[in-house]
C-alpha cells in the first residue's frame, strides 16, 4: 500500500479542525479600558495611578506622650518688662496674677510669663566714636569693657556684638559668646568725624549674624555709649524708631553729654529709648554734686580762674560710670517677660500696648506698641 506525504498532511489537519469545532467557545476577555482624553487645556499626556496600600506609623510615633515640638505663634507679641519701685531698685518677685496688659485698650490674655533672670539674650554695643566722645572717651572705653564683660560671660545663651559710628556706621565684631573679641576690637577704638547713630541702629537691626530662634529666645538689646548726636546718617530718627520696634529691639543708652551741657540730641537717644521699652542713664549728669574736683576752686593764679582739684571729680567720674553699668546690666538681666496673641481685630498698622501692675508706687517700663504686619 502507497502512503502520499501529502494525503498524511490533509489527513492531519482535518482531524484537528474536527476536534476544534467540537470544543466550547472561550468567553471573552473584557476589553482594555481606553485611555482617559485629556482635559482642555492640558498638555495630553496621561498617568496610570497606582494604588498603594497605606502603612500605619510605627507605634511610637502615634503615642500620644510623645511630645510636641514648642511652636510659636507668627502674630505672637513679646513683650519685655521692667519695674521699679520709687526708689529706682527692680521689683522681682511680682507673678503673673500682678499684671494687665492691654492692647488699643482691650485687656489681652498673656499666654506666657516668666521672671526668670539671665534670660538668653542678643546685645548689641553701639559705641559712639564721634568728636565728641573726645573729652570723657577713655571713661565711656572703660565702661563699655565692664559692660560686655558683665553682659556676656562665655556662656551660649549671651552672645553679642559690636559696632562703631562716626562718619560711617561698621560693624566691627559680628554676633559671638566671646567678650574678649569684643574688648580686643574696643580697647583699639579712636574716636573722630561725625557721628551715624541712625544708621548704626539701622545695621544693628539688619545686617548682622542672627542667633537662631530670634527674637522670643534670645531676645534682642541694644546699648548705645554716646550721646544721641547725629550728623551723617543716610536713615532718619522716626524710620529706625519703626524698625527697631519691628525687629522686638529694646534699646538702651549710656549718655556721653557732660555735666553742665546741654544738648537737644539727648532727646532723640531717649526716643529710641522710651518708645522700645528701655532708658537712659546719665552718668555725668550730677558728677558734681558733693565733688571737690575740677572747676571746683576759685584761683588767682596767672590768666587761670579755675583750677584742678584734688582728685575727686576722676574718682566720682569712675563711680558714676560703673553705676550706670551696673543698672543697664541689671535692668537688661531682670525684666519679665509676657506674650500674648492679639484677640481684637484691627486694620491699623501700629497697636498700642500698656502694662498695667496691681501695686502701688512702681514705675512700669514697656514698649509702647508693635507693628501688627511689616510694610
Known amino acids: 500500500m502507497r502512503f502520499s506525504l501529502s494525503a498524511g498532511l490533509v489527513f492531519i489537519v482535518g482531524g484537528l479542525l474536527t476536534w476544534a469545532q467540537t470544543q466550547p467557545a472561550p468567553s471573552p476577555s473584557p476589553p482594555a479600558p481606553a485611555a482617559p482624553s485629556p482635559s482642555p487645556g492640558s498638555s495630553g499626556s496621561s498617568s496610570i495611578t497606582v494604588p498603594v496600600p497605606v502603612q500605619a506609623p510605627p507605634k511610637d510615633q502615634t503615642s500620644e506622650k510623645q511630645t510636641p515640638p514648642i511652636r510659636v505663634e507668627v502674630n505672637e507679641v513679646i513683650i519685655p518688662i521692667t519695674v521699679t519701685n520709687d526708689k529706682g531698685k527692680f521689683v522681682s518677685d511680682l507673678s503673673e496674677a500682678d499684671f494687665k496688659v492691654f492692647e488699643d485698650n482691650k485687656e489681652q490674655q498673656i499666654r506666657f510669663f516668666t521672671r526668670e533672670r539671665n534670660q538668653p ?33 562665655n556662656d551660649a545663651k549671651y552672645s553679642g556684638y559690636l559696632i562703631s559710628y562716626s562718619n560711617d556706621a561698621e560693624l566691627q565684631v559680628n554676633t559671638t559668646s ?176 500698656k502694662i498695667v501692675v496691681s501695686l502701688a508706687n512702681v514705675k512700669v517700663r514697656a514698649r509702647k506698641g508693635y507693628y501688627g504686619a511689616l510694610p
Open 121 to 153: 539674650i542678643v546685645v548689641g554695643f553701639l559705641i559712639d566714636l564721634s568728636n565728641s566722645s573726645r573729652v570723657h572717651w577713655k571713661n565711656y572705653q572703660d565702661a563699655a569693657i565692664e559692660l560686655i564683660q558683665n553682659l556676656l560671660t
Open 178 to 353: 566671646d567678650p574678649e573679641k569684643l574688648v580686643e576690637k574696643l580697647r583699639k577704638m579712636k574716636p573722630a568725624g561725625g557721628a551715624a547713630l541712625y544708621d548704626a541702629v539701622y545695621m544693628a537691626c539688619t545686617n548682622r549674624k542672627l542667633v537662631q530662634g530670634e527674637p522670643i529666645e534670645p531676645r534682642r538689646v541694644i546699648v548705645i555709649i554716646g550721646d544721641g548726636h547725629d550728623s551723617a546718617s543716610k536713615h532718619s530718627l522716626s524710620e529706625v524708631v519703626e524698625l527697631a520696634q519691628r525687629n522686638l529691639v529694646t534699646v538702651y543708652g549710656v549718655s556721653t553729654v557732660a555735666f553742665g551741657f546741654t544738648d537737644p540730641a539727648s532727646d532723640n537717644l531717649s526716643r529710641l529709648a522710651t518708645e522700645t521699652g528701655g532708658r537712659v542713664v546719665y552718668p555725668l549728669e550730677d558728677v558734681y554734686k558733693d565733688t571737690d574736683g575740677y572747676l571746683s576752686h576759685p584761683s588767682d593764679d596767672g590768666n587761670y580762674a579755675l583750677k584742678v582739684g584734688t582728685g575727686e571729680y576722676a574718682s566720682a567720674v569712675a563711680t558714676k560710670m560703673y553705676r550706670a553699668v551696673t543698672d543697664i546690666a541689671g535692668e537688661v538681666t531682670m525684666q519679665y517677660i509676657i506674650r500674648y496673641i492679639p484677640t481684637n481685630e484691627s486694620a491699623k498698622a501700629f497697636r498700642n500696648v
